[in-house]
């Protein structure tokens, strides 16, 4: 669009709120306030809470350690018949990635997605990444796409393992957003996923499996931190 | 359904809702659908303490952001450039869609994907790009059904709430090539994922909406469920983001009430399956997300909302749509009756800005004022009371001092007759013996009363003046009760 109608556009818009603003911006509203006073609740641990939350979205989550997840991950690709895996390449997974069966052919991202799209879209049946944290309260992932880890391979293929330490888990959004320092650093996609994809558009009658993964598996590694 | 459709016209508010209501398949989904959607509301939030302070915590942080409107999105704008973000702005429907057809044309690009978005309905924009030869495919389930179907969204959170699964299957084996009668939901939603595909994968340009934007990082923040939304902003070279100037919130960790506001209050559900916080396009080294990213900050009406202090807080709304969901008369009437992008409550409140309150006159009648939107508001927007003053505004134009905060349209439902009637009444109670008069009268003349007035005798007998008045039946009725008597009994001591 012509530059010049788009800074008439946005003077004018903006000289009409600033001559309608209140001189009062008032306070700085009390979010920290608010969280600090919701109680954690103590029934369980923060991971038993967090499965079943995300359990009651339909996500499968898989109880593993830092030393057993890749048998795990090969007893799920197995059961599900996965015969064509996405990864990224250089991950702390993929090692444990690469010792799979054979039967399993394994590709990893590592063009760009315009020439990856026939593969992407027509032979992957699920992708595997690595999560940067999770959220008790939800049972949410906190996924961030990189040059790894490519947005699309938590969102094209029909099934989306996700591997998740135990020790990354955090009680709300804003727990992990403080406790990550989200403002500083956040990269071009950020993401919360939270069970597979999913409507209720025809008649409200829940479907999972939408647009994007209709499964979600979570490998939930127990055990020290850094492990 | 039945053949004759509401029109997409305000004006014909009363006319559309008497043919919904006139449809008992309509009533039924419309009444379904909001039974349904109050009682997963009412089971997120189980206790009315915690969910006030909560609300309370969300009202705070749309107020601070409109109270700082300007500064924020100048902020905005300033981070938005510094994470390669182009930020376009329009005056008015016209204008975006001017620089929707500018970027679709820069690209070259017959199609554009789209996720969810309100605004894009409000500017009309599938209909402007049909115009130029370029097809706008909705992508999410509800909007895509509806769009095969040439139909309107009755709600917007869930915009086919008014169509069957039946309705559905038939709209797919009609259009879809290839895709049979099914009235599974499960096969129904397998059709429209596999039709939609190829779109996904070959659109150039993506288009969405947004939930919120934060100032502090230059995010756009987009709530869904179905994917479609992730991607439409990550497969397209393109993604193209419209949405309202009053969006914008001051920091990143304001986002984390209001999702889970928003989330609860619209379709009952403690989060949803995606939040998509978007921060640019994609850097030299990433392989996929949209090598540019635009957002248009549509004003179209809403900086006059933003002059008038009670107004103003119609621009906290963070549509989800739980105002409709409780309101008696949108779940009698349904969404489609409005006429307006914005049905319901909020419909009524925001859309006299939008467009003006002379095309909109109805829409703040349409309201019992029991209060419940403003009960469920998840943002403490006082809806009952900005109805009462909408309708005020409509009876009443403006007086000159006031002019600058004037509604377009202020005064538009004034009728004369009505102004005659008041004026008479007033008359007559103010002056007792042109009452007494008047009361000796009417029972004479009660033959003369017509015997069907629009609208009242539709549904009622007609109205007439008894035989006699309640002074002469008073007067004549029994010797126990003297006026005197009557005076003493009803005096204070
Ligand atoms: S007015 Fe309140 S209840 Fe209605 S859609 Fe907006 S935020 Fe939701």
New binding site residues.
Partial sequence: MNPADNARARSAILARLREAAPADTGTAPGVAAYYGRLATPERSSIATRFAERARSWRAEVVDCTAHNWAEALARIVAAKGIRHLLAGRTTPLAAGIAALAPATSLHWYDETMETFKPVLFDQIDAGISTTRGGIADTGSLIVWPDADEPRTLSLVPPIHIAVLHAHTLHETLYAAMQAQRWAGQLPTNALLVTGPSKTADIQRLLVYGAHGPKQLVILLLHGEAGA | MSAERPTADPRAFKDNSRLVLADPVLRRNFRGAMDFLTDKRAAQFPDADAFAELRDLGKQIRQHALANLPQLLMQLETRLHENGIHLHWAEDAAAANAIFLDLARRHDAPTMVKGKSMVSEEIGLNHEMAAHGIACIETDMGEYILQLDGDRPSH?IMPAIHKTKEDVAKIFATHIPGAGYTEDVEELIAIGRRALRNEFRTAKIGVSGVNFLVAETGSLVLVENEGNGRLSTTVPDVHIAITGIEKVVATLDHIAPLFT??TR??TGQAVTTYLNVISGPRRADEKDGPREVHLILLDNGRSQAYREEHFRA?L?????????N?CPVYARIGGLSYGTT?P???GA??SPHLMNLDSTRDLPTASSLCGA?GE??????P?PDLLMRLREAGRHSHPAAQQRQALKGQGAARSIVEVVAWKAWRLLYAHSALYALFAWIAPRLRVLAVAARSGWTRTRAPLRPARRSLREQLATRTPLHSRKALRDRHSPD
């Fill in positions: 917007i506001l928003l209050s619209a119609t906290q709304c963070i549509r989800c749509g739980a105002c409709m409780h914005y319901g409550p909020i409140i925001i939107c469920v508001c998840p943002v403490g927007i809806i």
